[in-house]
């Protein structure tokens, strides 16, 4: 048995604060002991990929936590990051645990680099890829952190002739 | 390996309704690791079956290998709930 949950809070995202989850997140209760088990998220991995896109498109500079979350999500290493955007892996490393400040050509480029390998793994966002090449920065509060909020949408698969759920996910800036 | 269950976990996480249901100990123990609920996911989709064991309460238990989105070995301890769900009981970071 499952119970959707209007909101949700996830805190095991990757993230060093939490996601909302609007109408997504299910409690489950035991098929036979009918004791609560837990809360389940459908697509775990989807999910994260949409997380990541929409976090590409904020117009702020990412954190250190923020690029590891996406090279993480993009399944590289840092090495295998720093490698692809041309970037010495020390650099990537300081940049991740914020101790070095990078240049917004290489944090616009560790995003164009997310956006072409998460594209495909999110197909339910409603990001255009095309997008991030006019993306402009504009500075981020101190110690802030955005708030983002996810939920399911649904699409006909044609083929199937059935409705298949993903993810899309909105980056909100603190004031 | 226990090729059978890593089969049987196959098709359970190859479920259009497939839930990953974590406990509250689960959750704990992946905070603690630095553990997104993706990259457990991933485990068992893609991980192996390396041990079963039966609790006291009857229940069974696999014990699913993979690794975390850095490469760093985890073993992801599971209830698994045919046809479509997995409750996780607990996570191990290995070595």
Redesign the interface.
Known sequence: MTHVLDRYEEKLMGLPYPVVLLNAAEEVTHPTTGKVLGVAIPDAEELAAAVALALCFMPTRLSGAEVRFIRRVMGMTGQELAAAVEMDSATLSRWEHDKQIVGAWADKAVRMAAVLRLQDRAPASSLRPEDIVGLHFVPRPADSHPTIEVHRVGSEDVAAESEVKGWDAEVLLAA | MYRQETTKLRMITRSPTF??????H??ER??EYD????????VL?AGAVVMIDMEASGTETWRVAGR????KRIEVVIEP?PPS?A?VVTVIRVG
């Open positions: 839930r990953m249901v974590l406990t509250d689960a959750e992946m905070a553990l997104a609920r993706f990259e457990v996911e991933k989709k975390d989105a850095d490469g709930l769900m409750v």
